[in-house]
């Protein structure tokens, strides 16, 4: 503390605090938000586990004896997680941020927009590994027993996850950012719920037409869940085609989204 006549030691520094430390923040308030929202929580962690757990143990239709369900249901549903966060969460909570003014003031504060996108990322990436521990453990518990390598099947799966939330992040983004916040919710929910029985995720693809199926396949669900399949289920490598179809949504989506995203 200084006396009179000394000078102080105390010299203010005014200015916004770095970009790295505003993104953490930012990003660690929307998790809180997400884990603190019963709607959101139901959707990202309550319908996938549900989907497992009923799928997995009440033979609804043929997927051969436990051990081939289990193989076949596990990454359909960490599929559905993906699409669950990235997309329907994603895009009916920035939504109403956007209706609500929220988004616009936040997109005027001293942290960039760019850095905000990259939060709401950040937040989706931390809820996503919560649902893979989550659907996992329940897999494994259920019966579930993984194929190919741990290191070489955990790096292809979480390549196609990081390709998978991308794609369908962009979806998200370009929903919000152009439709109403009455429209978002709706049209979000109907496709997840489409997705759901249409992606390869509870329903097989080959059990659809042969005339519908390759359009179902470049699908980023099909693309993903399949993918997936085939590394966790049938112990192959990194599937090129599936990580290309997943490419392509994200950066088609990515950009279409870039160019019409309104923040108010």
Do not use: H
Not at 119 to 142: D, F, P, R, Y
């Amino acid at each position: 503390m200084s006396t009179a006549g000394e000078p102080s030691s105390f010299v203010p520094r005014p200015g916004a605090a770095p970009v790295q430390s505003m993104l953490l923040a930012q990003a660690a308030l929307e998790v809180r938000m997400v884990l603190r929202n019963g709607e959101q929580l139901l959707l990202t962690l309550v319908v996938p586990a549900l989907v497992l757990v009923v799928f997995g143990t009440v033979e609804l239709m043929d997927l051969g004896g436990r051990s081939e369900r289990m193989g076949y249901l596990v990454p359909g549903v960490l599929a559905l997680a993906v699409i669950s966060t990235a997309f329907t969460g994603l895009a009916i909570g920035t939504g109403f941020e956007r209706r609500y003014g929220a988004l616009k003031r936040l997109g005027s504060t001293p942290l960039p927009r760019g850095a905000l996108l990259a939060a709401k990322g950040l937040a989706v990436l931390s809820v996503e590994a919560l649902q893979v521990v989550l659907v996992c453990g329940l897999g494994i518990t259920l019966g579930w027993e993984p194929q190919g390598s741990a290191l070489g099947s955990s790096l292809a799966a979480l390549v196609l996850i990081l390709a998978g939330t991308a794609a369908f992040a962009s979806l998200g983004l370009l929903m919000a950012g152009t439709l109403r916040a009455e429209a978002t919710l709706a049209a979000a929910n109907l496709v997840y719920l489409l997705l759901l029985i249409s992606g390869g995720i509870a329903v097989p693809l080959d059990r659809f037409p042969d005339a519908l199926r390759p359009a179902l396949e470049l699908l980023p669900a099909g693309a993903l869940a399949e993918g997936l399949r085939a590394v966790l289920r049938d112990g192959a490598g990194l599937p090129l085609s599936a990580l290309l179809v997943l490419a392509a949504w994200a950066t088609g989506a990515g950009l279409l989204a870039a160019r019409t995203f309104r923040w108010e």
